[in-house]
């Protein structure tokens, strides 16, 4: 069986965990400069429509790390651009490669490889979710706080692929996620369906300052995304999202602040949080190479050589 990494909810809660394991067991023996060499002959093929900066090097260094090679592919310089399908695109490299990864706009180019690749598809990014994002963002919970089943998180502002990410993790992993969003930019009806179900455990508020109340971390993005439109719009509407030190000191005197990247200060984020006492950021961006690491060897049934 081909074991894709494609969403946190179709991972399901016991590989998630496995995944979050085996990260952790990475970073360990990195601190112990006891590298791990388990990926020595695999080739991961990575596939760019999306710019990148954190997935592409996390991934490539993860997998030198660990004594593997990678190719990657951007995709203005392959047929990709002169209409070959991605379907046929699968296939070829399936027969090159022992995995890929996929960083693209639309989740039915995601879709469409992994349904005719032989081997492990990842989602990178989409336009709707960003599910390796999230085990470095777990991976950088549980090192600060412990487990985060029964844990409160917030997410403040635009409802992005990242959020959207998260809300699959809530349902998944059994914590709350409360998210402080303008109404005139809500979720999609794909996950509001997800989070109108009975014990969803995701809470939507209009109030940042209602939805920041008591919780474990505070996590916000950026307020454009990379394909969206009406910018200024979208910039006054999310004015009073913005994460500051007043919204800060509403969450648990132990939280923490979690900021994906890139950052824009003054706008989604003050200075004085993500460059403060209660930041993670900078854990959380360096998590995403054990995270990577994790999920590789979950996908590749790496996991007993460790």
């Known amino acids: 069986m081909i074991k894709h990494f494609l969403n946190i909810n179709s991972v399901g809660k016991k590989n998630l965990k496995q995944i979050l394991s085996l990260s952790k067991k990475f970073k360990e023996s990195r601190v112990r400069k006891k590298g791990s060499k388990i990926l020595h002959g695999e080739i991961l093929g ?4 999306q710019p990148s900066t954190r997935t592409r090097v996390s991934f490539e260094i993860g997998m030198k790390q660990l004594g593997g090679d990678v190719v990657i592919l951007d995709h203005l310089n392959t047929q990709l651009v002169r209409g070959e399908t991605m379907a046929d695109t699968a296939r070829v490299l399936s027969r090159y490669l022992d995995i890929m990864m996929i960083r693209t706009n639309d989740e039915k180019d995601l879709t469409e490889l992994a349904e005719n690749s032989s081997i492990p598809v ?3 990014l989409t336009d709707q979710t960003h599910p390796c994002q999230i085990v470095g963002d777990i991976l950088t919970f549980e090192e600060r706080l412990g487990a985060i089943q029964g844990k409160k998180i917030a997410w403040i502002g635009d409802v992005n692929n990242v959020a959207n990410s998260w809300i ?3 349902i998944t992993l059994d914590f709350t996620l409360n998210i402080g969003c303008h109404p005139q930019l809500p979720p999609s009806k794909e996950i509001l369906s997800l989070i109108k179900k009975p014990r969803s455990g995701v809470n939507i508020y209009k109030d940042a300052s209602e939805a920041v109340k008591g919780t474990d971390c505070v996590i916000t993005d950026t307020w454009v ?3 969206n439109k009406n910018v200024s719009k979208r910039k006054r ?3 009073p999202y913005q994460v500051d030190a007043g919204l800060m000191k509403l969450a648990n ?3 923490i602040f979690m900021h994906c990247l890139p950052a824009h200060r003054g706008e989604e984020v003050t200075s004085s949080v993500i460059d403060g006492s209660q930041s993670a950021v900078w854990d959380e961006a360096e ?8 999920i590789i060897a979950w996908c590749l049934s790496k996991n007993s050589k460790i």
């Open 253 to 255: 005197k132990n939280a």
């Open 287 to 294: 998590n995403r190479l054990h995270a990577q690491k994790g």
């Open 168 to 170: 699959h993790a809530a």
């Open 225 to 227: 995304s990379m394909n």
């Open 46 to 49: 990575m596939i760019f429509v």
């Open 237 to 239: 509407l999310l004015k």
């Open 122 to 124: 990842i989602n990178g």
